[in-house]
């Protein structure tokens, strides 16, 4: 799908998180910009979450409190591979019994992440302003519930914060 408007991601995003269950685990790559962060935070807002959610960059992981379940918010740029994941702990979250965990830049810790997710590619389009955006269940993530995200984009006209 297209997106020209940063509105239209955070109304995707907004859905998502609407439809997020505990234990579930998101990876969101892309380029530097191309709205990883925009996406997850409209994904919180739809788990419920008040209040800012900044990126993850410096402190790789900020955990945030929805109405139903937390929202584990991996940024994994800055880190050197799996064994760095594993030496800080972190790979407990992932995925999280008591909530759902995004994850910006998974390849930087490819072998820590789980066989079943869900993959959102999102990619600058060809006239460098709108972003393509690619959602793929893996290893047996629920695709029936990656239709139902998009049924509900379909009738979703607002992003919550407009």
């Given at each position: 799908m297209v997106f020209t408007t940063e509105k239209e991601t955070q109304r995707l995003g907004y859905c998502l998180g609407r439809c997020l269950r505990a234990g579930d685990v998101v990876l969101l790559t892309g380029e530097m910009g191309a709205g990883k962060s925009v996406l997850t935070r409209a994904a919180a807002r739809g788990l419920g979450v008040e209040g800012p959610v900044p990126s993850p960059t410096f402190t790789i992981l900020n955990i945030h409190e929805g109405h139903e379940i937390?929202?584990?918010h991996f940024d994994l740029y800055r880190i050197e591979g799996e064994?760095?994941?594993y030496e800080m702990g972190l790979e407990e979250y992932i995925p999280a019994q008591d909530g759902a965990s995004l994850i910006?830049?998974?390849q930087m810790?490819?072998?820590a992440m789980p066989e079943e997710h869900l993959s959102i590619d999102i990619r600058y389009a060809q006239d460098g302003m709108a972003r393509e955006l690619t959602l793929t269940p893996m290893g047996g993530f629920d695709a029936a519930r990656v239709q139902?995200?998009?049924k509900m984009l379909e009738d979703?006209?607002?992003y919550p914060d407009d």
């Open positions: 937390r929202l584990y064994d760095a994941l910006e830049w998974p810790a490819q072998e139902h995200v998009l979703c006209d607002e």
